[in-house]
C-alpha cells in the first residue's frame, strides 16, 4: 500500500494524459491498434492485407516497393467511415454507504477518414508515389460520470465554496477528446530484375485537445474553479519512413518485408487549470512528447494475377514506446490529493502485439473483382493497463472483411467493409492509474479494494468507398 501511496500525487494527471492517448484512433483499423492497414477501400475489404499483394497507388504508404505493380500512371481517393461502441461498468463500495455509486455507460464513437493517392512513372524501373489521407480523428466524451471528490473531502470543501453544493463527497464527471491526424507521404520503388526496393518519407501532422469538467452529484451544475483544458500547438509535425522489398520467386509467388520507423509528435501546448479561479491567472505551458510504434510487416501473395491469396505477418512494437507517458508542466499547478505538481507520469502499460492477416481477391470477369479477409491480432492491453476511457478497439481480437470492385474504362470503382467481433470483458486491476484515482483519496483515505471495473468493445464497424482512375 504505501507503493499506491507514493503513486497517489501522480494518479489524477495520468488518467487525463490517458484518454488522449488512448482514444486518439477510433476509425476502424484492419488490426486494432493505434496505427491503421486498411486505408484504401481495397485493402479493407481484404482486411488490411497488402505488403506483397500491392497494385494500389496508396501502397507508397504501405510498402511502397509495390509501387512497379503498377502500370503507367494513376490517382485514386475515397472515404472511410466507422462506428464503434464500447461499454464501461464501474462500482465503488466502503463502509460508508453514502460513498458507494455504480456506473454502466456506454460510448460510441465515429469517424470519417479521407484520402488520396498518385503514382507516377519516372523510368521503366523507377515510380513514384504521393499519398495524403487522414489516419485518426477524434471527436469522443465519456459524460457525467459518477464518482467521489478527488480529495476525499466534501463537494463544498474542494471547491472552496459557501454551501451551495453541500456536505456530500459525490459528484459527477465529464471528459471530452477532440483531434485530428494526417499524414503526407513521398516515395519511390526501385526494380533491379525480380526485385523491388522502396522507400518513403512520412510528414505526419497532429493536434489535439482534451477537456475535462466537473458537475454536481445530480450533473446539473458545473462546480465552477475546478476542471482542466488542454491545448496542443498547432503546428506539431514529426518525420518517419517507410523501407520496403517485394521478390518476385515465381509467376505465382511474391514475398515482401516492409519496415515503419517511430514518430515523436511534439505536443507540447498549455494547460488551463482551475476554470474561473483567479488563482491560475493564466495558461501554464506542457511539454508532452507522444512516440508512436515501429512496425515490421513479412508478406506473401500467392496465385496467378486474376486470384491471390496473401498472407500478412505484423509486429508493433507498443511496449518499447508507451509503457509509459509523462508530461511536464510549467507551473506546478496542477492538483492532487498530496497537493500540487509540475510532473506526471501516465502507466500505459502497452503490450508489444502480432498480428497475421489473410485475404483472397478474385478478378472473376474484366469488369468485377471480389475480396475477402480476416485477421487475428494480440490485444494492446490487458488488465494491468486498462482505464475506464479505453481507446475502442485496443481490446479486440479478430475482423473479418469483404469488399468488390467494378471497372469501367479508365475507372475503378472500390467498396470495402469491415466488422470487428465483439471483444470480451476485460476487468482492471487494483494498481493501475484509472484505479488509484477512483479508489484512493489521500494519505489516509484508501479503499482500493472497494473499487471495481470492466470495459468491453461492443462492436466496430467501417465502410470505405474509392475509385482509382488510369491515365494511360
Not at 470519417?112 to 469522443?140: C, E, Q, R, S, W
Not at 470487428?420 to 494498481?431: A, L, N, S
Request: net charge positive.
Amino acid at each position: 500500500m504505501k507503493i499506491l501511496l507514493n503513486r497517489i500525487q501522480k494518479s489524477t494527471f495520468p488518467i487525463f494524459i490517458c484518454l488522449g492517448v488512448s482514444i486518439s484512433f477510433p476509425s476502424l483499423w484492419a488490426v486494432a491498434s493505434n496505427s491503421r492497414n486498411a486505408i484504401n477501400a481495397r485493402y479493407e475489404g481484404l482486411a488490411g492485407v497488402n505488403f506483397a499483394l500491392g497494385g494500389s497507388p496508396m501502397d507508397v504508404a504501405l510498402n511502397p516497393a509495390n509501387l512497379y505493380l503498377m502500370k503507367g500512371k494513376k490517382i485514386e481517393f475515397g472515404l472511410g467511415m466507422s462506428h464503434a461502441q464500447i461499454k464501461l461498468k464501474d462500482q465503488f463500495l466502503d463502509s460508508d454507504p453514502s460513498l458507494n455509486y455504480t456506473n454502466s455507460k456506454y460510448r460510441s464513437g465515429a469517424g470519417a477518414a479521407p484520402y488520396m493517392a498518385v503514382k507516377l512513372p519516372v523510368t521503366d524501373t523507377i515510380d513514384y508515389g504521393f499519398a495524403a489521407y487522414v489516419f485518426g480523428v477524434v471527436n469522443g466524451a465519456a459524460e457525467k460520470i459518477n464518482r467521489n471528490t478527488p480529495t476525499g473531502e466534501t463537494v463544498n470543501q474542494w471547491a472552496g465554496l459557501p454551501g451551495i453544493f453541500g456536505e456530500g463527497k459525490r459528484i459527477q464527471e465529464t471528459t471530452e477528446n477532440q483531434g485530428i491526424f494526417i499524414k503526407a507521404v513521398n516515395g519511390l520503388s526501385v526494380k533491379f530484375g525480380n526485385l523491388s526496393l522502396g522507400a518513403s518519407l512520412e510528414l505526419n501532422y497532429g493536434a489535439q485537445n482534451r477537456n475535462i469538467r466537473y458537475y454536481d452529484a445530480f450533473g446539473i451544475r458545473e462546480i465552477p474553479g475546478q476542471g482542466f483544458h488542454y491545448e496542443s500547438k498547432k503546428n506539431a509535425l514529426a518525420l518517419s519512413g517507410i523501407i520496403g522489398s517485394n521478390y518476385t520467386v515465381t509467376d505465382w509467388l511474391r514475398i515482401a518485408y516492409v519496415y515503419q520507423s517511430s514518430a515523436n509528435f511534439p505536443f507540447n501546448g498549455s494547460y488551463t487549470i482551475g476554470v474561473n479561479d483567479p488563482t491560475y491567472y493564466r495558461s501554464t505551458g506542457v511539454s508532452y512528447y507522444f512516440r508512436s510504434p515501429e512496425k515490421h510487416g513479412l508478406g506473401f501473395a500467392v496465385g496467378p494475377e486474376n486470384l491471390k491469396v496473401a498472407v500478412d505477418f505484423l509486429y508493433i512494437n507498443y511496449g518499447s514506446y508507451l509503457k509509459n507517458v509523462r508530461q511536464n508542466l510549467e507551473d506546478p499547478w496542477y492538483p492532487n490529493p498530496q497537493g500540487r505538481g509540475s510532473e506526471a507520469i501516465a502507466r500505459l502499460n502497452y503490450r508489444n502485439q502480432w498480428a497475421v492477416l489473410i485475404g483472397l481477391e478474385h478478378k472473376i470477369t474484366k469488369e468485377w473483382t471480389y475480396r475477402f479477409g480476416y485477421s487475428y491480432n494480440s490485444p494492446i492491453v490487458s488488465s494491468n493497463g486498462l482505464n475506464g476511457a479505453q481507446g475502442i478497439l485496443l481490446t479486440l481480437n479478430h475482423v473479418i472483411a469483404g469488399g468488390f470492385s467494378y471497372s469501367s474504362g479508365p475507372w475503378s470503382f472500390d467498396f470495402g467493409t469491415s466488422c470487428f467481433i465483439p471483444g470480451r470483458q476485460i476487468e482492471g486491476g487494483k494498481d493501475t492509474d484509472w484505479a488509484i484515482s477512483h479508489g484512493i483519496f489521500g494519505p489516509s483515505q484508501n479503499n482500493i479494494v472497494g473499487y471495481s471495473y470492466t470495459v468491453q468493445a461492443l462492436h466496430s464497424v467501417g465502410i470505405n468507398f474509392g475509385a482509382t482512375r488510369s491515365f494511360d
